[in-house]
Nanobody, 115 residues
Framework: VQLVESGGGLVQPGGSLRLSCAAS????????GSWYRQAPGKERELVAT????????DYADSVKGRFTISRDNAKNTVYLQMNGLKPEDTAVYYC?????????WGQGTQVIVSS
């Protein structure tokens, strides 16, 4: 079982990044998907979530209108499109896959928003 995030990096304020989370070893389409982030010295917080079928996306107030979560079950991948990035978006971003009986986490990808 694996969740592998990619797409992080250094970006200037106002820029964009697209994070990917590739799943393997389990039936990804049976799991809801989420993105979390953790900034230095802060607790991990929920950024966005999407149902197993790709509906019902929901976002933290801090990212509404700037971030978009999506998924492609044929590719076993969930995405996070991040536009209008701000320095306060700097964090390690984690994806997870959740079902009623279990949860899997990725190892995280670093996003740094700085000029």
């Amino acid at each position: 079982v694996q969740l592998v995030e990619s797409g992080g990096g250094l970006v200037q304020p106002g820029g964009s990044l697209r994070l990917s989370c590739a799943a393997s070893g389990f039936t990804f389409s049976s799991y809801a998907g989420s993105w979390y982030r953790q900034a230095p010295g802060k607790e991990r917080e929920l950024v966005a979530t999407i149902s197993n079928g790709g509906g019902s996306p929901d976002y933290a107030d801090s990212v509404k209108g700037r971030f978009t979560i999506s998924r492609d079950n044929a590719k076993n991948t969930v995405y996070l499109q991040m536009n209008g990035l701000k320095p306060e978006d700097t964090a390690v971003y984690y994806c997870n896959a959740v079902r009623w009986d279990r949860i899997y986490w990725g190892q995280g990808t670093q996003v740094i928003v700085s000029s």
